[in-house]
């Protein structure tokens, strides 16, 4: 019988897949309420045991390791005798597990729609899904820690990165570069591409490095154009002296001002008084100018100032919080903010939407701001403590529940909390500073922000009839393309006075084998021709340059999502999303394909 949470478990029962019931809807239906009143009464309809007098919590010193190598500190066991503890429900869970599982299985989807609850698996489905890469034990994790910036709170793209475009222009422009005409587009670049610094390129790569798309200054390249100047190189991200990686929203404006910068390069427009730039040199200037930007304070100030224009509030985030703080987990805000900053804008994106005048401040165990992530998660700096409202700071040497510091490190709040590595789940939206260097260094557990997956999920569903006919065509090409070939080898061995593959082959008419190549010759180009625009055109829903976040060509996937499944256990659009799995959820990777396997494998048995 399902006990608690998402896939609460007894002592002798790990999470199983159930398959559904075929008993008819209306017997599940009272079947289904007849279990949830079990719970509120005994078999003599007098009050049962309930909360700890029935459960107990599997403790850290105490934990095993389940079939799928997570731990199961944090599952709940029965306290009584499983058996003996439903009173009338006992008959229920007598008899093979599997039939017992599957009738408990469509009970428990009877009982869960009856309540009004969206469950975790048609939450799966959806744009606001959480995906795993990586089986993850809710239950197991102690501490959960958070960044802010796009992933506690989300900027509107066109109004921060927009704002953040301007400053930048405005400081090049003071630094002698020409910028008039020029405005913000931020179609012009989605996160994922790579910026190719030797030749001023944006690109976009597959899992394997190899570059599927390219844009010189603001200008798409051909096929042909990427094929000579890529086909002999992979994209290696080590490389930082040329490759800068778009990790984050906060890349957008960095790349876009490059981009038009590259062509004013080109055409010559940047005066000599600059010096000889190349365009690694102009990326430097550009990073430059939006660097100051950021330090001289005057784009935070405006947000700051009016932050109702610049953050798109998300009532359901706190309560997300509050679930996973009231379930026992210790909440980390880990951000690169300053004090000021932070304060101001979870207190305008928090504290309205809590509950009994809690402040934002309430939810979190720990507060650390000016982070200096990566580094944070890396080496140790030196500890302040905020110790008033103004951002008054004394240095620190040991950090304790409920303080505000800023600075510091990662071991420094595995230390203070007693919770290390895989116990303490980071939550963040840029997958180098938040989510790889956490995951490799310390082995936490991982969690991406991605917001532009909603998206993309409505434009996958969008395009499945292009995709479909797509596909068709290239099978068709497949089918005609082989015989193609069979025929071209067999009139290459008769060019040779050696038989074919077969006698029917061997015995074709030299005309008839002739005309048949030439007729499959013309059909195989014209579907090149159809195929090839369609491929161009595949993603355009999401974007119509770069085609979709995650794919790279039809079938492959982008070098972004590469690095999401390598280092993101769990990703999702956004920290929201948590309300619809509760703080239980024991989160599984799904099978991953292979290209041997088989769809039809009685019929690959029978050949």
């Known amino acids: 019988m399902l006990l608690c949470g998402d896939m609460a478990t007894t002592k002798f029962a790990s999470p199983v897949l ?39 919590v599997t403790i850290s010193s105490k934990y095993e390791v389940d079939y799928l190598g997570q731990s199961t500190k944090g599952d709940l066991n029965l306290k009584l005798d499983p058996l003996h503890s439903f009173g009338n429900g006992q008959a229920t869970l007598e008899g093979p597990i599997e039939e017992v599982a599957r009738t408990e299985a469509q009970a428990a989807e009877n009982l869960i729609r009856e309540l009004g609850i969206q469950g975790p698996f048609s939450a799966q489905h959806s744009p606001r899904g959480i995906f795993c890469s990586r089986t993850l034990n809710l239950r197991s994790i102690s501490a959960i820690g958070y960044d802010m910036d796009y992933t506690l709170m989300h900027y509107n793209v066109m109004a921060w990165e927009g704002r953040a475009y301007d400053y930048c222009m405005e400081n090049l422009k003071n630094m002698g570069f020409p910028v008039d005409g020029l405005s913000f587009d931020p179609e012009l670049v989605i996160r994922g ?77 940047i005066s000599a008084d600059l010096g000889v730039l190349d365009y690694k040199g102009l990326y430097k200037a550009v990073a430059k100018a939006l660097f100051r930007a950021h330090v001289e304070g005057q784009l935070k100030s405006e947000i700051m100032s009016k932050p109702e ?8 985030l706190p309560l997300a919080l509050l679930d996973q703080k009231e379930a026992g987990k210790k909440l980390l805000l880990i951000t690169n903010s300053d004090y000021h900053y932070t304060d101001k804008m979870m207190k305008h994106s928090f504290n309205k939407f809590l509950p009994n005048d809690m402040d934002w401040r309430d939810l979190f165990d720990m507060v650390i701001v000016s982070a200096r992530k990566p580094e944070f998660f890396q080496m140790s700096h030196p500890l302040y403590e905020v110790v008033t409202g103004e951002g008054l700071m004394r240095p620190c040497f040991k950090a ?27 939550v963040g939206d840029h997958i180098y500073t938040d989510v790889s260097v956490s995951k490799v260094h310390l082995r936490w557990r991982t969690a991406l922000i991605c917001r532009e997956l909603e998206e993309e999920y409505m434009a996958l569903i969008g395009s499945r009839g292009h995709r479909e006919e797509l596909i068709e065509l290239i099978n068709q090409k497949e089918v005609v393309g082989d015989l193609f070939n069979q025929l071209r080898l067999a009139l290459q061995r008769r060019s040779k006075g050696r038989p074919a593959q077969t006698l029917a082959a061997t015995n074709l008419a030299d005309q008839e084998l002739t005309e048949t190549m030439q ?61 619809n ?12 394909s292979l290209a041997h396997d088989s769809p039809l494998p009685d019929a690959a048995m029978e050949n």
């Open 400 to 426: 304790e529940t409920g303080g505000l510091y800023s600075g510091g490190s990662a071991q420094m709040v595995e230390s203070s909390l007693n919770v290390h590595g895989d116990e303490i789940l980071y």
């Open 519 to 579: 007729k499959l010759l013309i059909v195989m180009q014209r579907l090149d021709d159809k195929i090839g625009l369609m491929l161009e055109s595949d993603g355009e829903l999401f974007n119509k340059r770069w085609g979709f976040l995650s794919r790279a060509g039809l079938w492959d996937k982008s070098h972004l999502m590469r690095q999401i499944e390598k280092y993101a256990d769990i990703y999702t659009s956004r920290v929201s999303n948590f309300l």
């Open 193 to 269: 591409l790579m910026i190719d610094k030797e030749k001023g390129n944006l690109v976009k790569a597959d899992r394997f490095g190899y570059v599927k798309r390219a844009m010189h200054g603001t200008k798409m390249l051909s096929n042909k154009a990427v094929s000579d100047i890529y086909g002999r190189e992979l994209v290696d991200l080590r490389n930082q002296s040329r490759w800068e990686f778009l990790n984050t929203f906060f890349s957008v404006s960095e790349a876009l001002a490059y981009a038009q910068m590259v062509d004013r390069l080109d055409d010559g427009s």
């Open 581 to 592: 799995y509760t703080p239980f959820m024991y989160f599984r990777s799904q099978e991953q």
């Open 18 to 56: 159930m398959a559904r019931s075929p008993e008819s809807s209306k017997r599940n239906k009272r079947r289904s309420i007849r279990m949830f009143k079990c719970r509120a009464a005994g078999a003599d309809g007098g009050r049962v045991a309930v909360g700890d007098d029935v459960f107990s």
């Open 309 to 316: 224009l610049f953050v798109e509030p998300d009532p359901e």
